[in-house]
């Protein structure tokens, strides 16, 4: 990796990093604000010709991984669901922020964030609305915008999904989903099938997700329209074990939930199998996904000195996570990032910390909901290694009796003794049967019931499985990659800015240029250009202006190597061209017949180019 750590960094250049970062984005199109001729929108970007390629280089290199590597499926899901999704999920109750208006500007912010920002508290979002606005009284905290006093204000509730409605007339209500995990959750009865009910297996996704933010900021950091990667692991927590041989040598940085609650706490580099032996890891398939996780973001290009592995407070896990861990970057403390939001990122005295993917085990909890609510089956058979005998209680009612008695109530009756008798036997040791209908009590004759206890051979049981998420944002992954690449140096007496992107991702993997407007120049470079593109590499040609300035604005984008077309090429016995390195700026010849398949082997990383003179 050729990333320099914070210490190799001038604290000037590092606290300027973002705001140049920024512009450079902007100029050289990688991201800019949308809807710019209207005046643009809060928490809306738009990936240019630069960036949406990088941002694909990023989505392909992660379903290589985490798709094709491990052998899971993807799907690719609608947008919007219907409501009920949302009902069984929780996102209905549950998907809330803290907002509190100022009562001078109007401008609306994250009640949670300004009392962490102001008090000692660290974790205010699980902390209960009251409190919060006694915090924020007890403290006479003010707006961040305005510097108008918020005591007395009111902190409400704030569900973040954006409403929408599915066909005409509003008839029936739908929302923008918030992940791309329900889009998966809801087909599971199908995806099983695919999987051929055997378990593991999982269900990838590459998508956008829509929050609606009170207060979206730092660019594509935090944004109202976002693309999420999700891989959803369904296991039989009683039998599937991951590989963690495969991954129990990577070395990792952790920050537990323990040491971020100490008053000295500190973080512990240690190795995934000895996190999870040590249970600082508890589940040994969330240190998995950790272990083929670390190295995948090195080869991205996440610099490695400003990573770790940070692990859920209580208070701050999502309503569905039993555990959660969080990868996350440090990122530059510029001016523009100053209004901390410590849930997402704790200060350091180099910058703060976002987070760029969480780790959680979801338990049995989605599915289970979506199968109390919908009509669908959710389980996969387990099959046992031997038969086994067990007692099943089981009902048979007299219909000729329920009829009559319950008229078109008489099933929803039927399914009340069932499960009656499934979960307590004891309520048939009486006379009568108590059922609830409607809100009241109905005594029911046992025997009119059918009530029997008979022994069954069963060969397996149906379990509804549980989760494991690796749920990756892409954009804000994509802001690390340029934010960790960023460079500032001295060419030749003249300052450089430059990106020192991965091969593998970035957007332009070759410049051709002929060193002068010379027709035969001209027609040669574009000639390579069309074999390097055919062979599969991405290439720009550039004629335009003198050739420092061409090599200037490839190192600007961040592609790694230049290839000159002069005249030496058409003077020498082998047609040799000039190839530039982005980082060094060294320069070697190389022959043109051998130009493809040597770019392709730099770009694999097969070779590497201060090897190429061997």
């Given amino acids: 990796m050729s990333n320099e750590s914070p210490s190799a960094v001038a604290a000037d250049a590092l606290e300027r990093t973002s705001e140049r970062l920024v512009e450079l984005a902007k ?22 010709p630069q960036g949406a390629s990088l941002k694909s280089n990023v989505e392909d290199a992660w379903r290589d991984r985490f798709a094709l590597e491990e052998g899971n499926m993807e799907i690719d899901a609608p947008t919007i669901m219907p409501e009920p999704v949302f009902e069984a999920s929780g996102h209905l109750d549950t998907f809330d922020d803290m907002l509190v208006e100022c009562p001078d500007c109007g401008e609306s912010h994250r009640a949670d964030h300004v009392v962490e920002d102001n008090t000692e508290y660290e974790d205010a979002e699980s902390l209960p609305i009251p409190e919060v606005e006694e915090v924020i009284a007890e403290y006479e905290l003010v707006c961040p915008a305005c510097g108008a006093g918020l005591a007395g204000q009111a902190v409400e509730a704030f569900n ?18 918030p992940e791309t995990a329900q889009g998966i959750f809801v087909e599971f009865p199908r995806l099983k099938e695919y999987a051929r009910n055997t378990l593991p297996f999982g269900v990838t996704q590459i998508g956008r997700a829509y ?16 693309t999420q990667a999700e891989l959803e692991y369904f296991i039989d927590p009683e039998t599937d074990e991951p590989d963690l041989e495969a991954v129990e040598d990577v070395e990792v940085t952790l920050y537990p939930a323990g040491e971020q609650a100490a008053d000295d706490g500190e973080e512990i580099r240690t190795t995934i199998g000895e996190a999870v032996e040590s249970g600082t890891i508890s589940s040994p398939w969330v240190g998995y996904f950790l272990g083929v996780a670390k190295p995948w973001y090195d080869a991205v290009g996440v610099d490695m000195d400003r990573f770790r592995f940070r692990q859920h407070l209580a208070g701050e896990r999502a309503h569905y996570a039993a555990d959660c861990w969080d990868a996350e970057a440090l990122i530059d403390g510029s001016e523009e990032s100053q209004d901390s939001e410590q849930r997402e990122s704790t200060e350091s005295s180099s910058g703060y910390w976002i987070e760029m993917a969480g780790f959680a085990y979801r338990s ?3 599915l289970s909901k979506h199968a109390e609510h919908s009509e669908d089956r959710f389980t996969v058979f387990r099959q046992y290694d031997e038969p086994k005998t067990v007692e099943r209680a089981t009902v048979d009612p007299d219909m000729s009796y329920l009829g009559p008695e319950f008229g078109g109530d008489a099933q929803t009756v039927v399914d009340g003794l069932e499960t009656l008798a ?13 059922i609830e209908l409607e809100g009241e009590t109905h005594e029911i004759p046992l025997e009119k019931t059918g009530f029997a206890v008979e022994e069954q051979t069963e060969a397996g049981e ?6 494991i998420e690796p749920s990756f944002g892409v954009d804000r992954l994509v802001y690390t990659v340029l934010h960790h690449a960023y460079r500032e140096d001295e060419v030749a007496g003249e300052e450089r800015t430059y990106l020192a992107l991965e091969p593998e991702v970035a957007p332009t993997f070759v410049g051709v240029f002929p060193l002068q407007n010379d027709n035969e120049l001209e027609a040669l470079a574009e000639a390579i250009a069309a074999d390097l593109r055919e062979a599969g590499l991405a290439v720009t040609y550039d004629d335009s202006g003198n050739i420092g300035r061409r090599y200037r604005r490839q190192d600007e984008v961040g592609t790694p190597f ?21 980082d060094t700026t060294d320069q070697m010849r190389l022959p043109v017949d051998d130009l493809a398949k040597t770019l392709s082997a730099l770009r694999t990383g097969e070779i590497a180019f201060e090897d190429l003179e061997e």
């Fill in 364 to 366: 049995d909890y989605d």
């Fill in 27 to 48: 100029r050289r199109g990688y991201f800019f604000q949308s809807s710019g001729a209207y005046g643009g929108v809060g928490g809306f970007y738009t990936f240019g």
């Fill in 211 to 226: 929050r609606n933010e009170i207060s979206p900021r730092r660019s594509i950091i935090r944004t109202r329209e976002f």
């Fill in 422 to 434: 499934e979960r307590d036997r004891s309520a048939f040791e009486s006379e009568t049967v108590e």
């Fill in 562 to 582: 230049c290839v000159t077309v002069d005249y030496e090429t058409l003077e020498n016995e082998e047609t040799t061209v000039t190839v530039r390195e982005r």
């Fill in 462 to 467: 149906h379990i509804i499985p549980h989760v």
């Fill in 160 to 177: 973040l999904m954006f409403a929408t409605n599915i066909g005409p007339g509003g008839a029936q209500p739908g929302y923008l989903r």
